[in-house]
């Protein structure tokens, strides 16, 4: 049985696509998956199940269109493939800033592609690279580290140029659900 954590694109942002988690775990919980549990309500969703990626990606999906009538992109990840996420960080500890805890929350993120980029694709997107605001791609995610607001940057804004299917979380919030999913283990 594997521990998946289900990364949900566009649900809860602006006001749009609400989704209050209960009703999401409930979703979760009749396609039969196991230790349904949500974090914060940027829909962060773990669970077990021994079912391929796949599978479970159309499963959860289908299920969550039907549940809460609009298209939610499920984007999956196991605790294994989390923890090589945390542990394999490109940017070294001084590239992210002094204040490592702070910091590090704050300027660091992922971006949990459904797919890798083409090379092309990540060419596009190198022209938003700047001193500030840096990338580095490793299989299907993509490394963020802005010295400044995400909000505020071209490289962030420009996402799109890779053409794959992303949703992107902070540093913070990637430890949390590493966290989490392990006491799921034991």
Request: net charge negative.
């Amino acid at each position: 049985m594997a521990v998946y954590v289900a990364l949900l694109r566009g649900i809860n942002v602006g006001g749009k696509n609400k989704v209050k988690m209960a009703d999401l775990k409930l979703a979760f919980e009749e396609i039969g998956l196991s230790k349904v549990q949500t974090y914060i309500q940027s829909g962060n969703v773990l669970f077990e199940s021994p079912e391929t990626e796949e599978a479970l990606c159309r499963q959860i999906e289908n299920k969550l269109e039907a549940e809460f009538g609009f298209h939610i992109p499920v984007i999956l990840r196991t605790l294994t493939e989390l923890e090589r996420i945390i542990e394999n960080c490109p940017f070294a500890a001084e590239e992210v800033g002094e204040a490592e805890a702070a910091s590090k929350a704050e300027s660091l993120y992922v971006g949990l592609l459904i797919q890798p980029p083409s090379q092309e694709r990540i060419e596009q997107l190198s022209v938003y690279e700047s001193r500030t605001d840096k990338f580095n791609i490793v299989g299907r995610d993509i490394y963020l580290l802005f010295h400044n607001s995400i909000r505020d940057s071209k490289l962030a804004n420009n996402l799109n140029k890779l053409n794959v299917l992303a949703t992107t979380r902070n540093w913070k919030t990637l430890n949390k659900l590493v966290q989490l999913a392990k006491a799921m283990v034991v």
